[in-house]
């Protein structure tokens, strides 16, 4: 369950930003979650509403954005969609292949309300 | 004091004991708090100050930060200490049981005379796996992370301080077993080794990729039990090269000492391994 981590990660960047912009309150905050990231998001969906509960973005309107998994063959230079780490290349079903997008984990935006 | 739970330190349920020194723990501040938070529920630690009033006007903040900054950043400050003291460190996970304490026992036993070693054992509770690695004579701490399921840079950035080891000395660092939740955190390690043994599945490395996309090295221990179960080497090799094709692979047993040899040769192989000097013709890698 190392998505609670994760979400308690997010709260302590987001009181950080609060802080330096000295807000009592987020009201909306913005995530990418790769698909290849290690982070399912149901757990994360879970864990948000707990982990959440009387920090700085208790009120926050939330936005979890999937970034699709995309990788490109070390063989044939093809870039192609995949939805897991082992999907081989399309065209010469290399497994050397590099992953370019969707290991995502990322704090895109906070909404503030400014002093 | 926190009122609510009455611990007298951090919002935490990490505990650093450095075995065979005089009894010390400390709280950690990190994400073992989120057991602290299970236990206890939502509670304030502190009274927080005073915010400035607003002015209603709302602001977007384009962040774009990493949601685990912090711990790549105390991941790239464990990565320089141990450049600068010239450490090989290693990060070993696997499954619960797969041999990782009994591996260290017997490395740190042959080669005893050959290099320094220090270990950080992880583990939720109990200090019986740093007991067992004290017993070598190898300084050791143990990380106990409360229900915790990963070591974090920060917990071996701790623990570190506790371990104090010597320039050229070999770091090992025993996750907690568990082939998930330790993937996602940099420990600042030099190379990731993951352990499987031939008692669990041979497709575990597509059943759980991100642990052997993101290491160096996989030893498949306990192959001295292959002819009594349903292990394939090969297919489970296969299966580990497609998630990382670069993946090397040493098959050996820990508690009969097949394929040490090839374990030990990756260890002296590794450039930060300096070894302890020996007269010359009397050199051998295991007594």
């Not at chain 2, 004991?17 to 501040?29: D, F, K, P």
Request: one cysteine or more; proline letters at 4%.
């Amino acid at each position: 369950m190392h998505e609670l981590s994760i979400v308690l990660s997010v709260v302590d960047a987001a009181a950080q930003v609060a802080q330096e912009n000295q807000a009592e309150r987020i009201d909306a905050i913005e995530l990418e979650i790769g698909a290849l990231s290690g982070v399912e998001l149901d757990a994360l969906e879970f864990a948000w509403s707990e982990g959440i509960k009387r920090s700085i973005l208790a009120q926050a309107e939330k936005k979890f954005t999937l970034i699709p998994g995309k990788a490109e063959c070390s063989d044939c230079g093809l870039s192609f969609p995949v939805t897991t780490l082992y999907d081989p290349c399309p065209i010469c079903n290399s497994y050397f292949v590099q992953v370019t997008q969707g290991r995502e984990l990322k704090i895109k935006s906070i909404t503030l309300e400014a002093v | 004091m926190c009122t609510t739970c009455g611990c007298s330190s951090h919002e935490d349920g990490v505990s650093i004991t450095r075995i065979g020194a005089e009894h010390q723990h400390q709280h950690l501040s990190g994400w073992g708090r989120f057991w602290h938070f299970l236990w206890y529920g939502p509670h304030q630690h502190s009274v927080p100050a005073p915010a400035a009033v607003s002015t209603g006007e709302k602001k977007t903040i384009h962040l774009e930060q990493d949601i685990l900054a912090k711990n790549n950043q105390s991941a790239q400050r464990n990565r320089g200490y141990f450049e600068a003291k010239n450490i090989l460190a290693l990060n070993l996970v696997s499954s619960p049981g797969s041999g990782k304490t009994a591996l260290l026992e017997r490395t740190l036993h042959d080669l005893r005379e050959k290099m320094n070693f220090a270990v950080i054992e992880g583990d939720q509770q109990t200090t019986q796996d740093a007991d067992r690695i004290a017993a070598t004579g190898a300084p050791v701490v143990q990380i106990n992370t409360g229900q915790g399921c990963h070591l974090d840079a920060d917990m071996v950035y701790r623990a570190l301080h506790e371990l104090r080891p010597a320039e050229d000395t070999v770091v090992m660092i025993e996750n907690v077993g568990n082939l998930v939740c330790p993937a996602m955190f940099d420990l600042g390690e030099t190379a990731r080794v993951v352990i499987i043994s031939v008692t669990e599945g041979d497709d575990k490395p597509i059943k759980y990729p991100d642990m052997f996309h993101s290491a160096q090295l996989c030893l498949i221990n306990k192959i001295d039990l292959l002819p009594y179960v349903k292990f394939d080497l090969e297919r489970a090799k296969d299966f580990a090269r497609r998630v990382n094709p670069n993946l090397e692979f040493i098959e050996l047993s820990a508690t009969v000492g097949t394929g040490m040899q090839s374990w030990y040769q990756w260890l002296l192989a590794r450039p930060r391994v300096k070894l302890n000097p020996t007269p010359v013709g009397t050199y051998s890698l295991v007594h």
